[in-house]
């Protein structure tokens, strides 16, 4: 199957910057969409920010600005590089990947890592 491996998560000041990263592996025929979401205590799943394969972002107004999504095909990997974080972007982070394996094409989620801005 697929596995999406995140990494980056921790605890900042705000103002400051985290970098988080999301490796896919397993058998994988295709990567479509890439993307992060974000859940904070209390509230609903909201996307962050998609990539497409072909480049294309899709970024939360929210975010616009001080995050910036970009994939290395070659690696199955997306990076979300956020800078000037605030204490709203504290939240637990979920990386998604729209996969093609042989059989099928279906979505799939990390575990999630947890970025914590501390005021």
């Known amino acids: 199957q697929v596995q999406l491996v995140e990494s980056g998560g921790g605890l900042v000041q705000a103002g400051g910057s985290l970098r988080l990263s999301c490796a896919a592996s397993?058998?994988?025929?295709?990567?479509?969409?890439m993307g992060w979401y974000r859940q904070a205590p209390g509230k609903q799943r909201e996307l962050v920010a998609s990539?497409?394969?072909?480049?294309?972002?899709n970024y939360a107004d929210s975010v616009k600005g001080r995050f910036t999504l970009s994939r290395d095909n070659a690696k199955n990997t997306v990076y979300l590089q956020m800078n000037s974080l605030k204490a709203e972007d504290t939240a637990v982070y979920y990386c998604?990947?729209?996969?093609?394996?042989?059989?099928?094409?279906?979505?799939?989620w990390g575990q999630g890592t947890q970025v914590t801005v501390s005021s």
């Open positions: 998604k990947a729209v996969v093609t394996v042989v059989t099928s094409t279906r979505q799939y």
């Open positions: 397993g058998s994988i025929v295709s990567i479509n969409t």
């Open positions: 990539i497409t394969s072909g480049g294309s972002t």
